[in-house]
T-cell receptor
Framework: DAGVIQSPRHEVTEMGQEVTLRCKPISGHDYLFWYRQTMMRGLELLIYFNNNVPIDDSGMPEDRFSAKMPNASFSTLKIQPSEPRDSAVYFC???????????FGNGTRLTVT | KNEVEQSPQNLTAQEGEFITINCSYSVGISALHWLQQHPGGGIVSLFMLSSGKKKHGRLIATINIQEKHSSLHITASHPRDSAVYICAVARGSQGNLIFGKGTKLSVKP
């Protein structure tokens, strides 16, 4: 299996622009998570899906952030409009049901100037 | 106070040394995870445990539910073990993890 695939690996954009991060989970996994990692706050859960349905989005910082999972093999995290404080590494992870570990993607390093 | 505390924050060891990283938490959990993040940034799940002890190669993870404490041990450490080790606890049934700030380990040859 190719593992969790995220794109792009790096994104540099100007403040005010729309940013879309993409994730393909491992086939057969029915849980998908979006995390954000910063130096100040470490890793934080933004949102997670079960069977394509958002279960907990309490970590989404504000309305500028939105996430979708239109099917079992694809999810997006969108920031519109982006701000410099959104600069971070965004990780996607997936797992199957039950007592199983998380599998992380390689992350997208976002820089908003 | 953070719900998940790790110690130490930074650790430097000589190759071959026995290493212990500690994690304490203050909330009820369903499971505890140990993750490894290499300098390149990728995160790998090392262990997920809810009781007792698990071993994988030179790595050992233990958890004491009553004391709300877990340890990660590395025996015969090697420079390739240099990474950030992150403790995370699961509150709910599946994936809502709360992360510690990580322990940065550097193993010198």
């Amino acid at each position: 299996d190719a593992g969790v695939i995220q794109s792009p690996r790096h994104e540099v954009t100007e403040m005010g622009q729309e940013v879309t991060l993409r994730c393909k989970p491992i086939s057969g996994h029915d849980y998908l998570f979006w995390y954000r990692q910063t130096m100040m706050r470490g890793l934080e859960l933004l949102i997670y899906f079960n069977n394509n349905v958002p279960i907990d989005d309490s970590g989404m910082p504000e309305d500028r952030f939105s996430a979708k999972m239109p099917n079992a093999s694809f999810s997006t995290l969108k920031i519109q409009p982006s701000e410099p404080r959104d600069s971070a590494v965004y990780f996607c992870a997936s797992k199957d049901s039950g007592n199983s570990p998380l599998h992380f993607g390689n992350g997208t390093r976002l820089t908003v100037t | 106070k953070n719900e998940v505390e790790q110690s130490p924050q930074n650790l430097t060891a000589q190759e071959g040394e026995f290493i212990t990283i500690n994690c304490s938490y203050s909330v009820g959990i369903s499971a505890l995870h140990w993750l490894q993040q290499h300098p390149g940034g990728g995160i790998v799940s090392l262990f997920m445990l809810s009781s007792g002890k698990k071993k994988h190669g030179r790595l050992i993870a233990t958890i004491n539910i009553q004391e709300k404490h877990s340890s990660l041990h590395i025996t015969a450490s090697h420079p390739r073990d240099s990474a950030v080790y992150i403790c995370a606890v699961a509150r709910g049934s599946q994936g809502n993890l709360i992360f510690g700030k990580g322990t940065k380990l550097s193993v010198k040859p």
